[in-house]
């Protein structure tokens, strides 16, 4: 019994996993409220007056529940300004690998350069549909993250940026895309571990 | 119902100076006669809605006798909301009231 408080705030923690910071900022903030009031009761230092504080504040999950939608929502706020700096730096780098090949003469496949321009009008088409109607959907995000990905390894590969030693600002550019590639990968597994942890908390709850 | 001006009910109570999640909670209790006996766990997210949209501030602060708390405190923005609040809940009320009180008849 005299673990109560402990245990809850435990449970909380757990509860608000899918985002570690709220999680450690309302574990410590609770577990204050929960002594506070435990202290406050006419029963304490019994255990009855833990028991009564724990009762009073409410289900752990219930409580992780009012905050899942928020995260998930400024989530995808992160998410889709991700998408949006990504496409625009992707654009500026494929036409920045375009105007060095001019001068220096397509020597490739032709097959790279369709798929660099056709993967990334398909992630422009994806990514729209995907913000005017599924804001919040990560099999869309993930589509456009895949063809935006296909698009950049095909401009590299078309470039043959690293053999024909291209200048400074189209491997700039490129090292960009990958830069952004890889943080707009990081919060869609964050967007999609938030969905799935809210779904869960309202499933029970 | 009440749901719906919680944000401005925890506005409200922070305007007399800082106070901590607890202390909140008691207050809006005490001011309200016990009317507004919440549900303890429904307030904190309310505090943290309200210091992302810039309306509170927090910090934590440990008091000499005491357990580490954070203390939450009305920003500018949440002092010129909580006036916003107050003059829409004045306008609403006054509405209902007049439309609750009857009396009226239609013109034949």
């Not at chain 1, 435990?10 to 202290?39: I, K, N, Q, T, Y």
């Not at chain 1, 790279?112 to 109607?133: C, K, N, Q, S």
Request: charge should be positive.
């Amino acid at each position: 019994m005299a673990g109560l408080i402990d245990d809850y705030v435990a449970r909380l923690r757990r509860d608000l996993d899918f985002d570690p910071s709220l999680a450690g900022r309302m574990a410590d903030e609770v577990e204050s409220h929960l002594w506070e009031a435990a202290e406050a009761d006419p029963a304490w230092p019994l255990p009855e007056a833990q028991r009564r504080a724990v009762e009073r504040f409410g289900l752990a999950r219930e409580f992780a529940g009012q905050f899942a939608v928020d995260a998930v929502n400024r989530q995808a706020k992160r998410t889709w300004g991700a998408l949006l700096a990504t496409l625009v730096v992707t654009f500026i780098a494929m036409r920045l690998r375009v105007i060095w090949l001019g001068e220096v003469g397509d020597t490739l496949s032709t097959l790279a350069p369709l798929i660099d321009r056709y993967a990334f009008v398909a992630a422009i088409t994806l990514g729209t549909i995907g913000w005017l109607a599924f804001r919040c959907s990560v099999v869309t995000l993930a589509l456009c993250l895949s063809a935006l990905a296909a698009s950049i390894v095909a401009g590299i590969v078309r470039a043959d940026l690293f053999v024909e030693g291209a200048p400074l600002h189209v491997l700039l550019a490129a090292a960009g895309e990958i830069a952004l590639i890889g943080l707009l990968s990081f919060h869609v597994v964050s967007l999609g571990r938030r969905l799935r942890r809210t779904a869960s908390l309202r499933r029970i709850s | 119902m009440l749901k719906g001006h919680l944000d401005a009910i925890v506005l409200a109570a922070l305007e007399g100076g800082p106070a901590h999640g607890y202390a909140i909670i008691e207050a809006i209790k005490r001011r309200s006669g016990s009317t507004f006996d919440l549900p303890e766990g429904t307030v904190y997210p309310a505090l943290h809605r309200l210091e992302q949209a810039g309306l509170l501030a927090s910090t934590w602060m440990t008091p000499p006798s005491g357990r580490k708390r954070r203390v939450y405190s009305l920003t500018r923005s949440g002092t010129a909301a909580l006036a916003d609040r107050r003059r829409a809940w004045s306008r609403f009320s006054q509405a209902v009231e007049t439309l609750l009180k009857g009396g009226h008849t239609w013109p034949a």
